[in-house]
């Protein structure tokens, strides 16, 4: 291919866009939902579409269509993650962010199929063509044609953990601690943006839908500052640790230092990558100190917060407190924008593997500038140069001088 897939992502859609157009010959359509319920940010605000994703295909496992990590633990391909995503279809409404807070049929339904612990089937008319496939984006995870719904019926009752359940009528409950109690109760980041997308947590007069893309950088940077709390009650590392690993194209190399908590992510981008249109490598970064940031980070985006919770649950992990310095290459075979999922997933798989340790920072350094000029043909030395996180840690003044 001259594009350098094995498989061409036009034909898929094409693919799909005709599948879809053959299901709205039928006066109703019926599937089951994974569950998935997407709120799109397009609109003016308040203004937002409420859309219920459907596998347009036949299938006994609707569940892995909105499913990162079972396609992270079963070693699902680019190519198998844009089939199943582009053969989703979107049947929406148009809703105000604030309709939670009254009564609206259409996005009750939606938020008893957002709860749900496993897939829900539906029936849905819906009054026009499917419109065109969306384009891919780094924040959210793509999908097929979206169509407009006319009429929408649950076939079955949703099964809602109990847990869920409490949240929802809680109305008391401040969506941060009930953020954390789900956390703590097994729910994964990805379950908890639905769940923030909805509206179901929160006190009752603060309740509203989140666009999904949102509620993704959301609920990374929430679970994030918890964990930053529980790591500054732990001592520092005793070495300098490297990490390093690659997930669909993106290669991952995280630096431990045995300092106090701080994190400072680059982002490089290769030529050949889809974002890289210049020819030559571009350079992201972000920072933050021991006491955090106080504005988004706005060069590495959702990025930053996904690497980010990826650090921060494996020092966690090892009870420990160490600053961070994340170096995430995307290259060329990252064919496809396929959501901020693949940064976090990246990040874990680079923490799940053996370490290199050292106990200088300069032997560390070195290390990681040679394995880079090797592997990606490129020297970070302009990278180790920007650092404001090496710079605070040669020349911060550390209590231990005094005593």
């Known amino acids: 291919m001259y594009c350098g897939r094995d498989y061409c992502p036009i034909l898929i859609k094409f693919q799909t866009f005709t599948k879809s157009n053959e299901i709205l010959k039928q006066e109703d359509f019926s599937n089951y939902t994974p569950p998935s319920v997407f709120v799109g940010s397009k609109l003016t605000h308040p203004s937002v579409n409420v859309g219920i994703l459907t596998p347009l295909e036949e299938t ?18 680019i190519k198998q993650v844009v089939h199943l995503r582009m053969n989703l279809m979107n049947s929406r409404f148009k809703s105000n962010v604030f309709d939670v807070r009254k009564s609206n049929r259409f996005l009750e339904l939606s938020q008893e199929i957002g709860m749900s612990l496993s897939p829900v089937n539906f029936e849905v008319t819906l009054k026009n063509k499917p419109k065109r496939i969306p384009e891919f984006e780094p924040v959210s995870i793509p999908f097929g044609p979206s169509a407009n719904i006319k009429k929408l019926k649950l076939t079955e009752n949703p099964k809602i953990p109990q847990q869920v359940e409490k949240v929802f009528y809680d109305t008391d409950l401040k969506a941060v601690n009930a953020i954390d109690y789900l956390y703590s109760k097994g729910f994964d980041e990805h379950a908890l943006t639905q769940l923030l997308t ?26 994030g500052k918890q964990l930053i709390q ?3 009650h732990y001592p520092t590392l005793d070495k300098y640790r490297l990490y390093s690993g690659v997930y669909f194209g993106n290669v991952y190399f995280i630096l431990m230092f045995p300092e106090i908590w701080s994190y400072e992510l680059f982002e490089m981008y290769l030529p050949g990558a889809v974002w890289n249109f210049t020819g030559k490598i571009e350079l992201m970064t972000d920072y933050e100190d021991y006491y955090g940031r106080k504005n988004y980070a706005s060069a590495t985006v959702g990025g930053y917060y996904a690497s980010r919770l990826a650090v921060l649950e494996h020092l966690n992990k090892i ?29 874990r798989h680079a923490l799940s593997n053996q370490p290199i340790s050292s106990e200088t920072k300069d032997s560390i350094l070195n290390y990681v500038r040679e394995l880079i000029k090797k592997d990606l043909k490129y020297d970070i030395i302009n990278v180790l140069q920007q650092s404001k996180l090496l710079k605070n840690i040669n020349t911060q003044m550390k209590l231990s001088k005094f005593i």
């Not at 909105?66 to 079963?74: G, I, L, R, T, V």
């Open 319 to 347: 009870k420990r407190q160490a600053s961070c310095l994340v170096i995430r290459a995307e290259t060329p075979a990252y064919t496809d924008q396929l959501g901020v999922w693949v940064c976090r997933s990246a990040g």
């Open 198 to 223: 909805i509206g179901i947590m929160g006190v009752k007069k603060n309740r509203k839908l989140v666009p999904t893309r949102h509620s993704i950088t959301a609920i990374d940077d929430t679970l």
């Open 230 to 232: 529980n790591i500054k």
């Open 60 to 77: 006994n496992q609707p569940e892995i269509y909105d499913s990162p990590k079972f396609w992270y633990q079963n070693k699902f391909s």
